[in-house]
């Protein structure tokens, strides 16, 4: 402020052509951010919420702080999942150094919630890949995103064929292959055993016990 010669004057909102924010009333604004934002309007239905002015307050609108239920119903599924019980008790016994118990009750793999199969796992996969918020992205991108929060064991192959059977993503999928050029017919021979050709099949995949795989 020293380098600069300030002078603050403060105009009434009756004197400037745009009001400002202390000029405002606290009924004003609450009817104009109430009757502007629709989509608040739409959320607070949904949420069967109404605002209500006392008689001896004025009014104001105060911040409304919502908390994701997800973590919470993760926690209460993991009581019914055997084989996270079974590392439940291993981390109490000191057996799985990696794995730990929150203050809430939650085991956690590293920094990342353990989901346990079932419905709710569904729901993480849902929210992940269809919800309003996300874009139906691939198998890769989605597994990105999931494993920074949350652990199971073969996360990637269920994402990947969470992915694989989403009738949206087979319905826009993207054509990778290069376009295809003119056909270029060969040559008819005029006597057989005049031309030989052989087709090379090369890096194919593997089955479990090593041996290459055909048909």
């Given at each position: 402020?020293?380098?600069?010669?300030?002078?603050?004057?403060?105009?009434?909102?009756?004197?400037?052509?745009?009001?400002?924010?202390?000029?405002?009333?606290?009924?004003?604004?609450?009817?104009?951010?109430?009757?502007?934002?629709?989509?608040?309007?739409?959320?607070?239905?949904?949420?069967?919420?109404?605002?209500?002015?006392?008689?001896?307050?004025?009014?104001?609108?105060?911040?409304?702080?919502?908390?994701?239920?997800?973590?919470?119903?993760?926690?209460?599924?993991?009581?019914?999942?055997?084989?996270?019980?079974?590392?439940?008790?291993?981390?109490?016994?000191?057996?799985?150094?990696?794995?730990?118990?929150?203050?809430?009750?939650?085991?956690?793999?590293?920094?990342?919630?353990?989901?346990?199969?079932?419905?709710?796992?569904?729901?993480?996969?849902?929210?992940a890949h269809s919800s309003v918020y996300s874009i139906h992205p691939g198998g890769t991108k989605m597994y990105q995103d999931l494993k920074t929060h949350f652990w199971w064991n073969g996360m990637k192959r269920e994402i990947a064929r969470y992915v694989s059977q989403c009738l949206i993503c087979q319905q826009v999928k993207a054509e990778h292959q290069k376009p295809a050029g003119l056909l270029q017919p060969l040559l008819i021979s005029v006597w057989k055993w005049e031309n030989i050709t052989m087709d090379f099949v090369t890096a194919l995949p593997r089955s479990p016990k090593g041996k290459m795989q055909f048909g």
């Open positions: 402020m020293v380098d600069y010669d300030v002078d603050l004057q403060y105009h009434p909102g009756k004197a400037n052509i745009v009001p400002d924010a202390l000029s405002r009333e606290p009924e004003a604004c609450l009817a104009l951010i109430i009757t502007k934002h629709k989509h608040l309007l739409k959320e607070m239905r949904d949420l069967d919420l109404m605002v209500v002015r006392r008689s001896d307050t004025q009014g104001q609108l105060m911040t409304l702080q919502l908390q994701p239920t997800l973590m919470e119903k993760i926690r209460m599924a993991q009581n019914g999942d055997a084989k996270l019980q079974q590392f439940r008790e291993q981390v109490e016994s000191g057996l799985r150094s990696y794995m730990s118990i929150h203050a809430d009750g939650a085991l956690y793999f590293g920094n990342k919630i353990c989901v346990p199969k079932g419905e709710v796992r569904e729901e993480v996969l849902a929210e």
